[in-house]
């Protein structure tokens, strides 16, 4: 994931190359001579023209080095510690389960095509290591309580528009909301699921 988000970044320049990042657009971009886009609609791009990837390759997309940086810094980070602890399977369904739900509710909130990022699968991951942790004896993933704090925070401050002021540009806060739900419900759903196994 890490080595596919860094060279689409390289390759479309941070994202200013529209026609290197269009098949990775949640929908469909088109750009006529005189530069001007305009988005299909998501039922068209996929009920019609069966292009189901863009449900997920909105993830791979970022828009700065610290854009790309932090979010790679914090899927090698968690992702280590889930896969190590819980099993691939289990951590390639987190990927797929979180960077649907936040693409989808990203775009459908927001009706942008233009978003992009790890941070939505970031907020699952760190979602479902909060549900699993909530009922162990011990600390299961070794992440520190606060940083659950700061997720929260940081979610708050977003829709709150603050992270705007301090430099941070449009950051996709259904994005981050949507995986962060899902996150939390495949937790929920994987532990009942043991109990009852």
Not at 55 to 66: D, E, G, K, V
Not at 159 to 185: E, Q, R
């Amino acid at each position: 994931m890490i080595v596919i988000a860094v060279v689409i970044s390289l390759l479309s320049n941070f994202g200013s190359l529209i026609a290197m990042i269009e098949p990775f657009t949640f929908t469909k971009i088109s750009i006529s001579n005189q530069g001007f886009l305009s988005f299909s609609s998501a039922e068209q791009t996929y009920l019609i023209e069966n292009q189901w990837w863009r449900l997920i390759t909105p993830m791979f997309l970022h828009f700065s080095f610290a854009h790309l940086a932090f979010n790679c810094l914090w899927i090698y980070v968690l992702g280590e510690k889930i896969e190590r602890v819980d099993g691939k399977l289990i951590f390639i369904l987190i990927i797929i389960l979180t960077g649907v739900f936040s693409n989808l509710l990203q775009y459908f909130w927001t009706s942008s095509s233009l978003f992009g990022g790890l941070s939505g699968v970031i907020y699952g991951m760190l979602g479902y290591c909060l549900v699993m942790e909530m009922e162990s004896n011990y600390d299961k993933y070794g992440l520190p309580p606060g940083l659950y704090l700061f997720m929260i925070a940081w979610l708050i401050l977003g829709f709150l528009g603050v992270l705007d002021l301090f430099g941070f540009g449009s950051v996709a806060n259904f994005a981050h909301l949507g995986g962060m739900l899902s996150g939390l419900m495949f937790a929920m759903i994987y532990k009942t699921l043991n109990r009852r196994i």
